[in-house]
């Protein structure tokens, strides 16, 4: 089994920054991607950002310049850099690890709530 465990969400006023981090523990091997996901309330949930095994980034447009994925391979962690949030950034974001073989893992979700 595998474990993600997400932290760093909170209350931020616009323009502000936040850090989300996210540690994956239990069977883990062969990480192909590491990434995360957002939902805000009525929508359905998006990617914001991905990670691949060879270091490659992909965004979501409404967060490209703005927020910044990296990771960890020795430990097994993935954080995301949230710079010049605005009130459309509100939402439950969530962690996500896809393995080889078809693994794929979600945290339980860190809220983030951007206002003033």
């Known amino acids: 089994q595998v474990q993600l465990v997400e932290s760093g969400g909170g209350l931020v006023q616009p323009g502000g920054s936040l850090r989300l981090s996210c540690a994956a523990s239990?069977?883990?091997?062969?990480?192909?991607?590491m990434g995360w996901y957002r939902q805000a309330p009525g929508k359905q949930r998006e990617l914001v950002a991905v990670?691949?095994?060879?270091?490659?980034?992909v965004y979501v447009d409404s967060v490209k310049g703005r927020f910044t994925i990296s990771r960890d391979n020795a430990k097994n962690m993935v954080y995301l850099q949230m710079n010049s949030l605005n009130p459309e950034d509100t939402a439950v974001y969530y962690c996500n690890v896809y393995m080889n073989g078809g693994r794929n893992y979600w945290g339980q979700g860190t809220q983030v709530t951007v206002s003033s």
């Open positions: 990670s691949g095994s060879g270091g490659s980034t």
């Open positions: 239990g069977s883990i091997f062969s990480i192909l991607r």
